[in-house]
């Protein structure tokens, strides 16, 4: 069974910084490809940042310069720094792994989501 756990989200001013973190738990061999999604009410879900095992990124046009995503293999955690933060960038932010199970075996799992509010 794994299990992405987030932290990090909350209220902040516009203008101001947050740092979302993911961790994984479980029983598997590696993870490839994290990242982060938002959904903000009314909207679909869209992604944020993906990072690859190997440290490459991709980034949305509208948060490219303002967020950095990084990630800890040996700790299984991908984390999400948000700078000059905008109302526009109020929503949920849900992590998501793709996971190496085991020998072929692959999956794709999302955590529980973490409300992040810009606001005056």
């Known amino acids: 069974q794994v299990q992405l756990v987030e932290s990090g989200g909350g209220l902040v001013q516009p203008g101001g910084s947050l740092r979302l973190s993911c961790a994984a738990s479980?029983?598997?061999?590696?993870?490839?490809?994290m990242g982060w999604y938002r959904q903000a009410p009314g909207k679909q879900r869209e992604l944020v940042a993906t990072?690859?095992?190997?440290?490459?990124?991709n980034y949305a046009d509208s948060v490219k310069g303002r967020f950095t995503i990084s990630r800890d293999n040996a700790k299984s955690t991908v984390s999400l720094q948000m700078n000059r933060l905008t109302p526009a960038d109020t929503a949920i932010y849900y992590c998501n792994d793709q996971i190496h199970l085991s020998a072929g075996r692959y999956g794709g799992y999302w955590g529980q989501g973490t409300q992040v509010t810009v606001s005056s």
């Open positions: 479980g029983s598997f061999f590696s993870i490839a490809d």
């Open positions: 990072i690859t095992f190997g440290g490459g990124t």
